[in-house]
């Protein structure tokens, strides 16, 4: 089983500043990658897939990087609406979801 | 709209069995993969398992031999009978659209599944 590994747990973030948030596969996933934003009471939304490809509707604000082992999702200026808890997903060898980050108000 | 719906949650008793179902709307349901993904209050994620369009499916460890994916096309339904149910197996279960390349596209708004005595 490829074990996905999100960092940092909790990220502290102003509005409008960037936040960049980490995953990491315990072996290497090629570009079979995706990233979830959830909210509380709701079910999990696709935002990037492919590693860097944005779901129809996400704003440009929402970034994905990485190939192999190391992924990085970045939004480059946070909004109200985008704190929430995010996941990452590999779909190289069935499918694993990191344990996710929250992103918090600071 | 294309849209997700499941149903047939509920409370349990450990050793027992439920089955869930996922109907499917606004989309051509039979050309698309699709999974169950179930989430514990509070916790994170965790994929459930998977059927493809010819009808094969995948599970994880923690799953196999006692859950079973199934749909039936003429209905745009999907299915999960779930035996042997234990404490561990209490969370939400959501039903969501595989993309062709893996990921999740669409996802349903979930079904609480609780395992108690």
């Known amino acids: 089983e490829i074990v996905m590994t999100q960092s940092p747990a909790t990220l502290s973030v102003s509005p409008g500043e960037r936040a960049t948030l980490s995953c990491r596969a315990s072996?290497?996933?090629?570009?079979?990658l995706a990233w979830y934003q959830q909210k509380p009471g709701q079910a999990p939304r696709l935002l990037i897939y492919g590693a860097s490809t944005r779901a129809t509707g996400i704003p440009a604000r929402f970034s994905g990087s990485g190939s192999g082992t190391e992924f990085t999702l970045t939004i480059s200026s946070l909004q109200s609406e985008d704190f929430a808890v995010y996941y990452c997903q590999q779909y190289n060898n069935l499918w694993t979801f990191g344990q996710g980050t929250k992103v918090e108000i600071k | 709209e294309v849209q997700l719906v499941e149903s047939g949650g509920g409370l349990v008793q450990p050793g027992g069995s439920l089955r869930l179902s996922c109907a499917a709307s606004?989309?051509?349901?039979?050309?698309?993969?699709m999974h169950w993904v179930r989430q514990a209050t509070g916790k994170g994620l965790e994929w459930v398992s998977a059927i493809g369009t010819a009808g094969d499916t995948y599970y994880p460890g923690s799953v196999k031999g006692r859950f079973t994916i199934s749909r039936e096309n003429a209905k745009n339904s999907l299915y999960l009978q779930m035996n042997s149910l234990r404490a561990g197996d209490t969370a939400v279960y959501y039903c969501a659209r595989g993309l062709t390349e893996g990921a999740f596209d669409i996802w349903g708004q979930g079904t609480m599944v609780t395992v108690s005595s």
């Open positions: 072996q290497s996933v090629s570009s079979n």
């Open positions: 606004g989309f051509t349901f039979s050309s698309y993969d």
